[in-house]
């Protein structure tokens, strides 16, 4: 069973930072990209980030500047640094990650809450 684990959301002030944190299997965390996606309620799913086994990066507009996705090495974590945060930012956050021919794998997701 792969499981992918994640922690570090909560409730913040507008303009404040929360950094999640994804742990991923070890076998996996080198080969592959690893994303963040979010879901707002009413909305659909979208995604925040994503990070290659190389290192290279890509953000949506909607948070270009604000957020950074990074690889801890150490750990086998992918985190997601979350500054300048916006009401409009607050969804549940979902670490993702697509093996190819083996599966398609989601965390349990946590809530990211932006609020005064």
């Known amino acids: 069973q792969v499981q992918l684990v994640e922690s570090g959301g909560g409730l913040v002030q507008p303009g404040g930072s929360l950094r999640l944190s994804c742990a991923v299997p070890q076998r996996f965390f080198s080969s592959n990209t690893i994303d963040w996606y979010r879901q707002a309620p009413g909305k659909q799913r979208e995604l925040v980030a994503a990070i290659t086994s190389g290192g290279s990066t890509n953000y949506a507009d909607s948070v270009k500047g604000r957020f950074t996705i990074s690889r801890g090495n150490a750990k086998n974590t992918v985190f997601l640094q979350m500054n300048s945060l916006k009401p409009e930012d607050t969804a549940v956050y979902y670490c993702?990650?697509?093996?190819?021919?083996?599966?398609?794998?989601w965390g349990q997701g946590t809530q990211v809450t932006v609020s005064s």
């Open positions: 993702h990650m697509n093996v190819p021919f083996i599966g398609i794998y």
